[in-house]
């Protein structure tokens, strides 16, 4: 991807849970999340994510592509994947969805934070 893709993208974090979902929303280059809310884990918590979503992109003129990563946990976010993958509402943003392992994010942050301390000890 290039950099002009990057910063034309809204990354969306969601946080899968067993009753709710915790969303985050980002650019490229802000420090601090634009939003965060919860959604429900069902039907109506899905089509109010969509909609939030699809109310926040056109909100700024220079976010064009939406990137969605979803933690895999066991089958609560399979749902939503399918969902927001193929919903009508969000297929004008270039909506790609991705699910993501958490132990592989586990340890990726871990890596960091190894390199962090070996770079204040020097």
Do not use: W
């Given at each position: 991807m ?14 899968i ?5 915790v ?10 999340p ?8 069902n ?12 109310i ?5 003129s ?9 933690e895999?946990?066991?089958f609560?976010?399979i749902h ?7 919903c ?10 991705y699910?993501l392992?958490?132990k592989?994010?586990r ?7 190894d ?5 204040l000890?020097?």
């Amino acid at each position: 991807m290039k950099k002009a893709d990057l910063l034309s993208t809204l990354f969306v974090g969601v946080d899968i849970g067993s009753r709710s979902h915790v969303v985050v929303l980002l650019d490229f280059e802000s420090q601090k999340p634009l939003q965060r809310f919860k959604v429900a884990n069902n039907q109506p918590g899905a089509v109010e994510l969509a909609q939030r979503l699809a109310i926040a992109l056109p909100s700024r003129s220079d976010l064009s592509r939406l990137i969605i990563a979803l933690e895999s946990t066991s089958f609560y976010g399979i749902h939503i994947a399918n969902y927001l993958s193929s919903c009508d509402v969000l297929a004008p943003f270039h909506t790609f969805v991705y699910c993501l392992n958490p132990k592989v994010i586990r340890n990726y942050k871990k890596s960091f934070i190894d390199l962090i301390i070996e770079c204040l000890l020097k």
